[in-house]
T-cell receptor, first 117, second 114 residues
Framework: NAGVTQTPKFQVLKTGQSMTLQCAQD?????MSWYRQDPGMGLRLIHY???????DQGEVPNGYNVSRSTTEDFPLRLLSAAPSQTSVYFC????????????????FGPGTRLTVL | AQRVTQPEKLLSVFKGAPVELKCNYS??????LFWYVQYSRQRLQLLLR??SRESIKGFTADLNKGETSFHLKKPFAQEEDSAMYYC????????????????FGSGTRLSIRP
């Protein structure tokens, strides 16, 4: 299993540009989420999904869109990049069925380092 | 609103000394709490969860509902414990979608001095 994969690893954007951060998992996890990691602020939840077709907002959703058309993929879209979105982005996934072994242990991707100029 | 607070950004202790990383939470319900660790150049990974009542790499954490705390402890620190530690809370109940929200604290960087 590849686990949770993220692409790209690094990205530089200009203000106003749009882009999509890709996240995929091959563990058949229902739950997937996106976090941003900023110094002194830890991990903040952007959006999450409890299954294909179901998404919800986290703590800092503004400026980001998500969709979940398949169990495996959970892309994060930046609509119009701003310097405040410079951060490291992590995707994570987990089982969400309480009867499943390893329930709620989140598996993280390697992260995408995004710089917005 | 649910919140996880880690009051220390940096904790530096000598090898062999006891370690306690503090975590306090605010949540009006039955929480599920976790500790995650991120070693240098590695991914975040689960260290332990309160429902398992386990000891991983010598670390333990006890949920204290009265004090709303979930401090991480280890009696004798080792150099390989140097890492970033995050406390996390999962909201339980109140609907399928909202029940899955997992919130992290701001993290504590643990540095073990030789």
């Amino acid at each position: 299993n590849a686990g949770v994969t993220q692409t790209p690893k690094f990205q530089v954007l200009k203000t106003g540009q749009s882009m999509t951060l890709q996240c995929a998992q091959d563990m058949n996890h229902e739950y997937m989420s996106w976090y941003r990691q900023d110094p002194g602020m830890g991990l903040r939840l952007i959006h999450y999904s409890v299954g294909a077709g179901i998404t919800d907002q986290g703590e800092v959703p503004n400026g980001y869109n998500v969709s979940r058309s398949t169990t495996e993929d959970f892309p994060l879209r930046l609509l119009s990049a701003a310097p405040s979105q410079t951060s490291v982005y992590f995707c994570a996934s987990s089982y969400s069925n309480p009867g499943t072994s390893g329930f709620n242990e989140q598996f993280f991707g390697p992260g995408t380092r995004l710089t917005v100029l | 609103a649910q919140r996880v607070t880690q009051p220390e950004k940096l904790l530096s202790v000598f090898k062999g000394a006891p370690v306690e990383l503090k975590c306090n939470y605010s949540y009006s319900g039955s929480p599920e709490l976790f500790w995650y660790v991120q070693y240098s150049r590695q991914r975040l990974q689960l260290l332990l969860r309160h429902i398992s009542r386990e000891s991983i790499k010598g670390f333990t954490a006890d949920l204290n509902k009265g004090e709303t705390s979930f401090h991480l402890k280890k009696p004798f620190a080792q150099e390989e414990d140097s890492a970033m530690y995050y406390c996390a809370l999962r909201k339980v109940g109140c609907g399928y979608s909202s029940a899955s929200k997992i919130i992290f604290g701001s993290g504590t960087r643990l540095s073990i001095r030789p």
